[in-house]
């Protein structure tokens, strides 16, 4: 099993920025990418950026060039991921979630609430 610490959500005005953190342990040797999905009320869930072990990155279009996910994987048993995001919009208003793939499965969080709202 892969247990998650997600961080960094709240309540934040148009045009700040906010990080999010994401610390996963337990069964990470079979991760081989991290990222975060978000979902926001009466839509699907969506992806936002992901990364994998080797530092391959995606974003989806609507944060592309406003964020930035990063890792570390210095850690024999915790990968954490990291996703800044600047520049936000009403529209990022959402839970995120930290997800990881595993070999054959994969994980999520519980979630984080990120408003963005004067």
């Known amino acids: 099993q892969v247990q998650f610490v997600e961080s960094g959500g709240g309540l934040v005005q148009p045009g700040g920025s906010l990080r999010l953190s994401c610390a996963a342990s337990g069964t990470i040797f079979s991760i081989y990418a991290m990222g975060w999905y978000r979902q926001a009320p009466g839509k699907q869930r969506e992806l936002v950026a992901v990364?994998?072990?080797?530092?391959?990155?995606?974003?989806?279009d609507s944060v592309k060039g406003r964020s930035t996910i990063s890792r570390d994987n210095g850690k024999k048993t915790v990968k954490t991921v990291y996703l800044q995001m600047n520049t936000l919009k009403p529209e990022d208003t959402a839970v995120y979630y930290c997800h990881a793939d595993g070999v054959g499965r994969e994980y999520w969080g519980q979630g984080t609430q990120v408003t963005v709202s004067s």
């Open positions: 990364i994998t072990n080797s530092g391959s990155t995606n974003y989806a």
